[in-house]
């Protein structure tokens, strides 16, 4: 199986601070990364696909770069509703592996 | 509006057997793959089942794999996840979601709000 290792597991910023959060998969995985969003009590919700695809209705303070075995999420400037916890996904091959999270909190 | 709405979940004793449900709408149903996926409340995201469009392509997590049946009814909008051998490891709360192919490529675009299932004597 391939792992999924984010970084960092948690950490607090301010509104108006970037915030960048790490994934990396332990094969390449070329631009099969996806990224999801959790806030508390709520099902996840897709924000990109294939590294660096915005879905539909995301704010564009939100990008994703990478291919092969690193991937960053960027939220440029982070906003209230944007605490909460978000995950990777790689979708090069099954089982679909997800990252343990990322916490962003207030500080 | 794309929802997906699940059910089935409960209090079931190790051993035992439970079928969710998950109804669609606002999407045409047998043009998609459906997955289940379960989270550990405050934990991570486990993928453990996908479906493509005809049931013609099934898959299972290693850690469910001879327990757990996935199955669809495209007349009904529904898919379904049949758990037998229910362990206390099971314990989760189980989300429906909606690939964004016929076939299981991922990523998932669209998850209900899951039903919690409990194994425990």
């Known amino acids: 199986d391939i792992q999924m290792t984010q970084s960092p597991s948690s950490l607090s910023a301010s509104v108006g601070d970037r915030v960048t959060i790490t994934c990396r998969a332990s094969e390449n995985i070329g631009n099969f990364l996806n990224w999801y969003q959790q806030k508390h009590g709520q099902a996840p919700k897709l924000l990109i696909s294939?590294?660096?695809s915005w879905q539909t209705g995301v704010p564009s303070g939100f990008s994703g770069s990478g291919s092969g075995t690193n991937f960053t999420l960027t939220i440029s400037s982070l906003q209230p509703e944007d605490f909460a916890t978000y995950f990777c996904q790689q979708s090069y091959s099954t089982p679909r592996t997800f990252g343990l999270g990322t916490k962003v909190e207030i500080k | 509006e794309v929802e997906l709405v699940e059910s089935g979940g409960g209090l079931v004793q190790p051993g035992g057997s439970l079928r969710l449900s998950c109804a669609a709408s606002g999407f045409t149903f047998d043009d998609y793959a459906m997955h289940w996926v379960r989270q550990v409340p405050g934990k991570g995201l486990e993928w453990v089942s996908s479906?493509?469009?005809?049931?013609?392509?099934?898959d299972y997590a290693d850690s469910v794999k001879g327990r757990f049946t996935i199955s669809r009814d495209n007349a009904k909008n529904s898919v379904y996840l049949q758990m037998n051998s229910l362990r206390a490891e099971d314990t989760a709360l189980y989300y429906c979601?909606?690939?964004?192919?016929?076939?299981?490529?991922?990523?998932?675009?669209?998850w209900g709000q899951g039903t919690l299932v409990t194994v425990s004597s």
């Open positions: 979601a909606k690939d964004i192919s016929p076939y299981d490529s991922s990523p998932y675009d669209y």
């Open positions: 479906i493509s469009w005809n049931s013609g392509s099934k």
């Open positions: 294939h590294a660096s």
